[in-house]
């Protein structure tokens, strides 16, 4: 059995370490990731994101499902349900949506299976 210490990591949500988040289609947002346990090439993991205001997300579809956890801020999906500070959130595979900040907002975010861009209009 691995030791504890030789199993555990912490993530905080200081600035050093968070990179732009590359998304299809939308190349200039202000949208920063902090990887935790993500693994790209499996779509499953979690992160820390960074939206700042005015952003968006590209829209999407999930493969597996989606949790985030909203700790600050404001977030609402394309279907105009907003989501505030204190909201955690659970999205099951095969959903789309795509979601924007007016003020910004911080979220932990968790993926079950990796997610597919997909054109707007298709939502």
């Given at each position: 059995?691995?030791?504890?210490?030789?199993?555990?990591?912490?993530?905080?949500?200081?600035?050093?370490?968070?990179?732009?988040?590359?998304?299809?289609?939308?190349?200039?947002?202000?949208?920063?990731?902090?990887?935790?346990?993500?693994?790209?090439?499996?779509?499953?993991?979690?992160?820390?994101?960074?939206?700042?205001?005015?952003?968006?997300?590209?829209?999407?579809?999930?493969?597996?499902?989606?949790?985030?956890?909203?700790?600050?801020?404001?977030?609402?999906?394309?279907?105009?349900?907003?989501y505030r500070s204190g909201d955690f959130v659970s999205l099951t595979a095969g959903s789309s949506?795509?979601?924007?900040t007016k003020t910004s907002c911080l979220l932990e975010v968790t993926h079950r299976g990796a997610?597919?861009?997909?054109?707007?209009?298709?939502?």
């Amino acid at each position: 059995m691995a030791q504890l210490q030789n199993a555990r990591t912490v993530v905080r949500f200081e600035d050093i370490g968070f990179t732009r988040m590359e998304m299809e289609g939308l190349p200039d947002e202000q949208v920063c990731w902090k990887n935790v346990s993500f693994d790209e090439a499996t779509g499953q993991g979690s992160y820390l994101m960074k939206m700042a205001p005015g952003t968006r997300s590209n829209p999407h579809t999930h493969t597996g499902a989606e949790e985030f956890f909203v700790l600050e801020g404001d977030l609402t999906d394309n279907d105009g349900f907003s989501y505030r500070s204190g909201d955690f959130v659970s999205l099951t595979a095969g959903s789309s949506h795509f979601s924007y900040t007016k003020t910004s907002c911080l979220l932990e975010v968790t993926h079950r299976g990796a997610t597919k861009s997909i054109v707007e209009g298709a939502l």
